[in-house]
């Protein structure tokens, strides 16, 4: 990086922290302090919506996800509209006419304080370990680009985020968000418009499609019923769409970003414009990580993109054994030059036999490149079996570093740690409240006999609190397969079942609180089971259910043992009055 990257990087972040500092000093109330003081409006509640659910594993990991396996996966996002119809109609105007700061409030109006609680500790439980992820998450980027300990940059992150958080509150996140998607969504653009000037001269955007399509990228729908196909059109539209109104309806750092505007119209609007752009968004993403697929066809790449692991592995035993791996990685890629230019030919002079037989040559040397690539990774794992061997995360970054010209590096870095930071605001300013309300001043004085600026500067402790909490998680967190899958699979094990204890509050009213309390544990059991059981059952990794349905699967085991226990419970009470 040069000087005008850090000038710009720097410069960008100072004034994203320094500007919702200043906007939002001073708080004196709990509503000021939770809701913003119910000012927002409905851009600034979809722009904060969609920016909390965009964290920088989004643009992190998203394009190395299509870089290695294509569009499949905004499949995952096909339930999110219909998610947002059902919370517009039923979540938004009963959270709104109750005038809760929490979600969980409505819990204890309907069933009892201990449901309450159990559904605030589960959202602590999940929120606090993603929390943690989003700060990892950009860690990785500057340890890549410095070559700082990722410990350190965990704490330089964390430490950054909470200081503005817990200064301004809501306020201070929402008012922020708006900058860091603006500063977003430019430098994306920008990189897609850099990518496509890096082709070749003879290929516009859509030979670089058809390019992409002949390796299978362009793959976006997939109706199979297979379940064990994490992205499926099917699993999109069930379990996606469980896990999304689970997420947008159940979850604090979703419902503290609408229950700040200024009305139910607001709000409502608010939702239903991240419902509409949502998908659009991550499909633009996605399709920057297939260019950059397209783009490494015709340049050199590295045989694992992280660079960390591949210094391991060059200082060990085994750096014969993985140089041979680089050297046919090399005449791949020769190959692969030659192949895609063969097939460029063929689609310019329009002759089918030669497209088809090009289309079957590259098709080949890409599963020989794969097949080589799993080779080197498990050299690497033979090297050092803490090595993180997983790439995805690295391909992204690794063309921003080494192909992008000099000040857009500084503006692609402070994009992904703009949206760090948004995000991991959203999800620390909604911990400490859920602590502070949900927990603290319920089981202390839940008749509020203290100041309101009490319980702001409460709320303000255990934000911080939970920005300590966040950095430790981040230390101690490791690639998982995929980080932005990663945060995917925390939220699917406990989201499902929290989801189906407000189903049971909105639409089973003959069910009451201890049949919920008891069936909400035992579901969370199960899915834990179940997930165990059914997601790491081969060794290789592969799954044998997709973690999506865990959302259906919880939502609806929550709902049919809580019916069951409170059933159960209605007989045991008609038969002891039947014999008295």
């Known amino acids: 990086m040069e000087l005008i990257d850090w000038i710009i990087l720097v410069g960008t972040l100072a004034f994203i922290v320094g500007y919702g500092v200043w906007k939002t000093k001073g708080s004196k109330n709990v509503n000021d302090y ?53 919370i517009c109609i039923v979540f938004v105007p009963l959270y709104h006419k109750l005038k809760v700061y929490t979600a969980y409030e409505f819990l204890e109006a309907r069933f009892d304080v201990k449901t309450r609680t159990l559904a605030a500790l589960l959202f602590l439980i999940q929120r606090g370990l993603a929390a943690g992820i989003t700060i990892f998450a950009p860690s990785i980027i500057l340890s890549a680009v410095l070559g700082w300990d990722l410990k350190t940059l965990n704490v330089i992150i964390g430490t950054i985020v909470t200081i503005y958080t817990v200064s301004g509150g809501t306020k201070a996140v929402n008012v922020t968000q708006k900058q860091q998607m603006f500063i977003i969504m430019l430098g994306m653009f920008i990189a897609f418009f850099f990518i496509l000037g890096y082709l070749p001269a003879d290929m516009n955007f859509s030979k670089a499609l058809k390019v992409a ?171 050092d079996s803490g090595a993180e061997t997983n790439d995805k995360d690295y391909v992204f970054i690794h063309f921003i570093l080494n192909y992008l010209p000099k000040g857009l590096i500084g503006l692609l870095l402070a994009v992904i740690l703009s949206a760090a930071m948004s995000s991991t605001a959203s999800e620390l300013n909604a911990l400490g409240t859920i602590t502070s309300l949900d927990l603290y001043k319920r089981h202390t004085d839940p008749e509020s006999k203290k100041s309101q600026e009490y319980y702001v500067s409460i709320s303000k402790w255990f934000t911080m609190v939970w920005g300590v909490i966040a950095i430790l998680i981040a230390c101690a967190a490791t690639l998982v397969d995929n980080l932005i899958q990663l945060v995917n699979i925390i939220g699917s094990i406990f989201y499902g079942n929290v989801l189906g204890i407000f ?74 009055l039947g014999d008295k």
Request: aromatic share 16%.
């Open 503 to 576: 189903l049971l509050a909105f639409f089973f009213k003959f069910v009451k609180s201890n049949a919920v309390f008891l069936g909400a544990i035992l579901t969370q059991i199960l899915v834990i089971v179940i997930y165990y059981s059914f997601i790491f059952i081969y060794p290789s990794g592969h799954e044998k259910m997709s973690y999506l349905l865990l959302n259906l699967i919880g939502c609806l085991l929550a709902i049919f043992i809580s019916c069951f226990f409170q059933l159960f419970d209605n007989i045991l009470k008609t038969k002891n």
């Open 34 to 86: 939770v809701l913003g003081g119910k000012e927002a409006n409905w851009t600034t509640v979809g722009l904060s919506v969609m920016a909390t659910q965009a964290s920088a594993i989004t643009f992190l990991s998203t394009p190395g996800q299509a870089f290695h396996d294509g569009m499949g996966f905004v499949q995952f996002y096909f339930g999110l509209p219909l998610a947002m119809v059902v």
């Open 213 to 383: 399509g002949a390796s299978g990228k362009l793959d976006v729908l997939d109706f199979s019923f297979n379940t064990s196909t994490r992205y499926t059109f099917w699993n999109g539209i069930t379990g996606g769409f469980f896990l999304f109104l689970a997420y947008f309806g159940t979850d604090q750092s979703q419902v503290q970003r609408y229950l700040s505007g200024k009305s139910v119209r607001e709000s409502q609007l608010g939702l239903i414009f991240n419902g509409i752009f949502k998908i659009p968004m991550q499909f633009f993403i996605l399709l920057v990580g297939v260019l950059v697929f397209v783009f490494y066809q015709y340049n050199p790449s590295p045989l694992n993109f992280n660079p960390a692991a591949t210094a391991t592995v060059l200082e060990s035993k085994y750096a014969d054994d993985y140089r041979l791996l680089q050297e046919a990685h090399e005449e791949l890629a020769i190959e692969k030059k030659i192949a895609q230019d063969k097939f460029s030919m063929a689609l310019d002079i329009k002759e089918y036999d030669a497209t088809i037989e090009a289309k079957q040559n590259i098709i080949h040397i890409n599963e020989k490149d794969k097949q080589n690539r799993e080779a080197a990774r498990a050299v690497i794992k033979q090297a």
